[in-house]
């Protein structure tokens, strides 16, 4: 009886997450979610500073150690765990955020005309 009662009760909260996940992914129609989608910038987009262009931009980017298209530049190596890649992840962008400020860059949470 227990087992049964373990069985269902799983199956139920199984079933109501996938069905909320389901429902955020689903209410988007099609347009809404190419425009979302191409409205996600990459992390070096987020940087500006007044009279930057995307090319000045691109070049102070790579010479703080970020990666080509305004990435990061950090991937993940394989057999670290999830710790180890956040940490080199975080201090990667730690790095790039000093360098950026130095240069005299301001970071923006949310893109916009701005970002480029």
């Given at each position: 009886?227990?087992?049964?009662?373990?069985?269902?009760?799983?199956?139920?909260?199984?079933?109501?997450?996938?069905g909320c996940f389901?429902?955020?992914?689903?209410?988007?129609?099609g347009k809404e979610?190419?425009?979302?989608?191409?409205?996600?910038?990459?992390?070096?987009?987020?940087?500006?500073?007044?009279?930057?262009?995307?090319?000045?931009?691109?070049?102070?980017?790579?010479?703080?150690?970020?990666?080509?298209?305004?990435?990061?530049?950090?991937?993940?190596?394989?057999?670290?765990?999830?710790?180890?890649?956040?940490?080199?992840l975080n201090a990667?962008?730690?790095?790039?955020?000093?360098?950026?400020?130095?240069?005299?860059?301001?970071?923006?949470?949310?893109?916009?005309?701005?970002?480029?």
């Amino acid at each position: 009886m227990k087992k049964i009662f373990f069985i269902l009760v799983s199956s139920s909260l199984i079933f109501l997450l996938t069905g909320c996940f389901v429902s955020e992914l689903g209410s988007m129609s099609g347009k809404e979610r190419i425009e979302y989608l191409q409205s996600i910038k990459p992390y070096g987009a987020h940087w500006i500073k007044e009279g930057m262009t995307r090319e000045s931009r691109i070049v102070d980017w790579l010479e703080c150690g970020g990666g080509e298209n305004l990435s990061d530049g950090y991937e993940r190596k394989s057999g670290i765990t999830n710790k180890e890649y956040f940490d080199g992840l975080n201090a990667q962008r730690k790095r790039i955020r000093n360098c950026m400020d130095g240069k005299g860059y301001n970071w923006i949470e949310q893109c916009d005309t701005r970002c480029l």
